[in-house]
């Protein structure tokens, strides 16, 4: 076989773009060759050319996203302080996602909907993503001599890959001509942190509002229908919408779909339900932390800690806006209102707590977006440190969270 030319190369990359807009609109399953011919005038046949099954295009859309975020992260190694490396990567990312905006560049692929690729094309590209986040990882780390410690562990690298691409929807807010601010006060809240170094983090005042859900959890967590939800919200954090399957619900919890269906007449319904109540949940902490006799900052603290922990311990497990772009449009919307709900009262929190001198002064807009992104990764945390016990979180990832993850500058 002959190298291809580059016309025909050129034909690749414009469907590539085009499946890569459709796959993040309507997720990998529900996309089909006649929509993404659409957008290119092209006939299903022509694709099929090309690419004989969606798998191998998404393979592709997917190979070609993560060549992408590796070529942003390349163009920071050359420079020699960390906090000057996430300010260009920043820098980057914003005018990338400005592209993007602009219809100049596609999205990036969807990277929640990856393990549904079948064993081989999953293989490759997982090879692939996990050279990119061990890239990530290290232009995103400094090597302290004196400690033998790394400033930056993979928990935050974690979270700062979801914060950067996976929920740049932020970005809506700012015009493209504040993209320096952005840059300056972001870097500004990861360096410093939003609370004073010397805040004593003490889990006992959170605790009182944890206590009040833990009797609700206790109530709960045996009922059937509550651990079909929990092994439903799992799945779909995991897999997606369209990968968390029936089977694979029965299967992690050893029923039959029987039992399943005792409860809920379709998926569909069931989905719902854990949509409901991740929704749910979510209002419950909030509620239990407003009413709790606190100062704006350890109500904050409060929320924080009891959204992480009841996530860390598998009693409360949400489900994750890192899937938003895997589910139809109907959950997408219920959980983008709930993600704007939450940050919301984290913005007053730190408005309030601003304005009584109890956190440093900071853009609330962007705080609360970045203390939003912290939560909602935490699910995570197990998948990338199995090892991590309740209480090491506060140390390993709260504190720095909230007091600044980059060492000061000499």
Same mark, same amino acid.
């Given at each position: ?21 459709? /796959? ?9 060759? #006649? ?87 999953? #293989? ?38 979801? /914060? ?6 932020? +970005? ?28 004593? +983090?003490?889990? #006992? ?45 029965? #299967? ?11 409860? +809920? ?146």
């Amino acid at each position: 076989m002959g190298v291809p030319n580059n016309k025909f190369t050129n034909k690749q990359l414009l469907i590539i773009d085009s499946a890569v807009q459709v /796959f993040s609109e309507k997720g990998i399953k529900r996309a089909t060759f #006649a929509e993404i011919g659409a957008r290119v005038d092209l006939a299903t046949t022509s694709i099929t050319y090309y690419f004989k099954k969606k798998e191998d295009l998404a393979t592709a859309c997917y190979l070609r996203s993560i060549d992408r975020v590796c070529q942003i992260v390349e163009s920071v190694v050359h420079v020699d302080s960390l906090a000057g490396r996430l300010k260009l990567l920043l820098r980057l990312l914003i005018e990338d996602h400005i592209a993007v905006q602009r219809g100049s560049k596609p999205p990036l692929m969807p990277f929640g909907e990856l393990v549904n690729l079948s064993q081989t094309p999953y #293989a490759e590209v997982l090879k692939q993503f996990m050279e990119m986040f061990k890239r990530l990882k290290t232009v995103l780390s400094s090597y302290d001599q004196s400690t033998h410690q790394e400033s930056l562990p993979t928990a935050s690298t974690n979270w700062y890959f979801q /914060f950067l691409w996976l929920e740049y929807w932020w +970005f809506e807010y700012f015009e493209s001509r504040h993209k320096d601010r952005v840059v300056n006060h972001l870097l500004d809240v990861w360096s410093n942190g939003l609370f004073f170094s010397d805040y004593s +983090f003490n889990v #006992a005042l959170a605790d009182k509002a944890l206590l009040q859900l833990n009797q609700i959890a206790a109530r709960k967590e045996d009922k059937p229908v509550e651990k079909i939800l929990v092994a439903a919200t799992n799945l779909i954090n995991k897999h997606g919408y369209d990968g968390a399957s029936i089977d694979k619900i029965c #299967a992690s919890l050893e029923i039959t779909k029987g039992a399943v269906y005792h409860h +809920f007449d379709s998926k569909e319904e069931l989905a719902e339900a854990a949509f409901d109540r991740t929704i749910d949940i979510v209002s419950g902490v909030m509620s239990e932390v407003l009413k709790q006799d606190l100062n704006s900052r350890d109500k904050l603290f409060a929320l924080c800690y009891t959204l992480i922990v009841k996530q860390v311990d598998g009693t409360m497990p949400l489900i994750s806006s890192r899937v938003i772009r895997t589910i139809s449009l109907q959950h997408r919307e219920k959980i983008q209102n709930l993600h704007r709900k939450t940050t919301n009262e984290i913005r007053y929190l730190i408005s309030d707590g601003v304005l009584e001198g109890l956190l440093r002064p900071v853009d609330v807009l962007i705080t609360a977006e970045v203390v939003s992104c912290a939560i909602n990764s935490a699910f995570e945390l197990k998948l990338w440190l199995p090892a991590m016990e309740q209480g090491d979180f506060l140390a390993q990832y709260l504190r720095p969270t909230l007091c600044g993850w980059l060492p000061p500058e000499n």
